[in-house]
């Protein structure tokens, strides 16, 4: 297995493994959950692995945890199917941590691609520890003392606008009510703080007026994204994006329209932030 950085401060390529091997991922395992931890996001080629094996895989960073608004693959529930087609675009396409409206978001997502457009379709990640850690000193210290609400339907605002959209996704609705997380958390395993704020599912900040929290949260979105602080990948066939939801926020690009993409997904579940 060889490492190779990706960008500056976030993402690195793994090399030379075959995640289908089980012995070689049992000896590598220690090492890629390290890299995650100080990457951010890992990519990996060329791993033709079966959902199942996929399933398997996912399942050795922890518990998983599945989604309201996705079907799944037969015969490996725990992989959930992202797909975009012409008739079926996609319609996530804001900045945002992985479900982040939960009151314990997951703390890993698993990325498989499965059928790539030949143009567009890539996905860019952002590093919220980095975004922190340039921040002064003053700011960082006054960022620390808040809360943010994070909402299911904010994010999910344009497919409840679809007819029938209210009345599909109430049972989401009803299971996860607005919650409040940290704005700034600090990672279980690494300590390393991270902003945690996303545009697609926080509503505003605890305690502040509507223009304070609304002037905060929008310059901390663009900070965020700082061209520094992210790392682009384009997709192949067989690619696998691993990411740290603790230390990231990532966003799909869509300008490949007619083109078909399909993923498989599986979130690990993870801990509610802690500041």
């Known amino acids: 297995m060889r490492l190779k950085k990706a960008a500056g401060a976030i993402g690195a390529y793994i090399e030379d493994i075959d995640l289908a091997d089980t012995a070689e991922l049992e000896d590598a395992f220690a090492d890629i959950h390290s890299a995650l931890l100080d990457h951010g996001v890992l990519f990996l080629r060329n791993q033709q692995v079966e959902p199942r094996v996929f399933q398997t895989l996912a399942r050795r ?3 998983v945890e599945g989604h ?3 079907p799944v693959v037969a015969g490996a529930d725990d992989v959930q199917i ?3 087609t012409e008739a ?3 319609k996530i396409e804001a900045w945002h941590t992985d479900m982040t409206f939960r009151p314990a978001p997951p703390a890993i997502t698993l990325l498989h691609g499965q059928i790539i457009p030949e143009y567009g379709g890539d996905t860019l990640w952002a590093s919220t520890s980095a975004a922190f850690a340039a921040l002064s000193a003053p700011m960082q210290e006054f ?3 808040l809360e943010a609400v ?3 339907r904010h ?3 344009e497919s409840l606008a679809e007819p029938g959209g209210q009345e599909r996704l109430q049972p989401a609705i009803d299971a996860n009510p607005p919650v409040t997380h940290p704005l700034v958390i600090t990672h279980p395993d690494s300590g390393r703080r991270a902003l945690y704020v996303n545009s697609l599912f926080t509503t505003h900040i605890v305690g502040l007026s509507a223009d304070e929290s609304r002037g905060i949260l929008e310059f901390l979105y663009q900070h965020t994204v700082t061209d520094e602080f992210t790392v682009r990948l384009h997709w192949q066939e067989g690619t696998i994006a691993i990411w740290d939801n603790r230390l990231t926020q990532h966003k799909p690009i869509n ?3 007619p083109q078909h993409r399909k993923m498989h997904r599986v979130t690990i579940a993870g801990d509610r932030p802690a500041g």
Request: hydrophobic share 40%; no cysteine; charged share 15%.
């Open 61 to 63: 960073f922890g518990q």
């Open 68 to 70: 309201p608004a996705y």
């Open 82 to 84: 992202l797909e975009s």
């Open 88 to 90: 079926a675009p996609s």
């Open 143 to 145: 960022l620390v003392e």
């Open 150 to 152: 994070h909402d299911f």
């Open 155 to 157: 994010g999910f605002q």
């Open 255 to 257: 300008d490949f329209f």
